[in-house]
T-cell receptor, first 111, second 114 residues
Framework: SQQGEEDPQALSIQEGENATMNCSYKTSINNLQWYRQNSGRGLVHLILIRSNEREKHSGRLRVTLDTSKKSSSLLITASRAADTASYFCASLKGGSYIPTFGRGTSLIVHP | GAVVSQHPSRVICKSGTSVKIECRSLDFQATTMFWYRQFPKQSLMLMATSNEGSKATYEQGVEKDKFLINHASLTLSTLTVTSAHPEDSSFYIC??????????FGPGTRLTVL
């Protein structure tokens, strides 16, 4: 069963704006990962954040993790039209190697 | 990063036929491979987990006789959709891991059953 829930389900912004997507999960996790999927393609791993980390950066991406609220956020700064894609979070429970995916956020960046 | 390939990328078949999809890890040895199914605008649904040399573990509700999985080597897993029907039409994605935290995904296979 999917325990991750992203919101919003859909996000439409203008190029140059920041995009923030949130993800919630239900059980304690070992780590949480964000993936990107372009339409009709596979998933591309973006960033992994461990349960003992609170924030992580990679280029224009910033991920935060709040284990007390069981939530994570993905911020894409200075968005580009090429960032248009679906973004999924996947949480990994301790002792398991099978991540649980959320429903995803569909991001559209208008040029 | 690690590369996972899938073949074919797209397949159209007649109802009642069987279709085999290959998943290969190109530059690492995959101790575990996963098969997912994805419906339009929805998340990935895990179908089964396969470890090299052992039987696959199927998720609840996934028919193991319908979706045959073989993980014959550390770089290859195959998913065979047997006696395919239109309701099996979907996007099938595999992923592989070498035991680390990160799964690496293939580009997916679009199956259309007429």
């Amino acid at each position: 069963s999917q325990q991750g829930e992203e919101d919003p389900q859909a996000l439409s912004i203008q190029e140059g704006e920041n995009a923030t997507m949130n993800c919630s999960y239900k059980t304690s996790i070992n780590n949480l990962q964000w993936y990107r999927q372009n339409s009709g393609r596979g998933l591309v791993h973006l960033i992994l954040i461990r349960s003992n980390e609170r924030e992580k950066h990679s280029g224009r991406l910033r991920v935060t993790l709040d284990t007390s609220k069981k939530s994570s956020s993905l911020l894409i700064t200075a968005s580009r039209a090429a960032d248009t894609a679906s973004y999924f979070c996947a949480s990994l429970k301790g002792g398991s190697y099978i991540p649980t995916f959320g429903r995803g956020t569909s991001l559209i960046v208008h040029p | 990063g690690a590369v996972v390939s899938q073949h074919p990328s797209r397949v159209i078949c007649k109802s009642g036929t069987s279709v085999k999809i290959e998943c290969r890890s190109l530059d690492f040895q995959a101790t575990t491979m996963f098969w997912y199914r994805q419906f339009p605008k929805q998340s990935l649904m895990l179908m089964a987990t396969s470890n090299e040399g052992s039987k696959a573990t199927y998720e609840q509700g996934v028919e193991k006789d319908k979706f045959l999985i073989n993980h014959a080597s550390l770089t290859l897993s195959t998913l065979t959709v047997t006696s395919a029907h239109p309701e099996d039409s979907s996007f099938y994605i595999c992923s592989a891991t070498s035991g680390a935290d990160t799964q690496y995904f293939g580009p997916g296979t679009r199956l259309t059953v007429l």
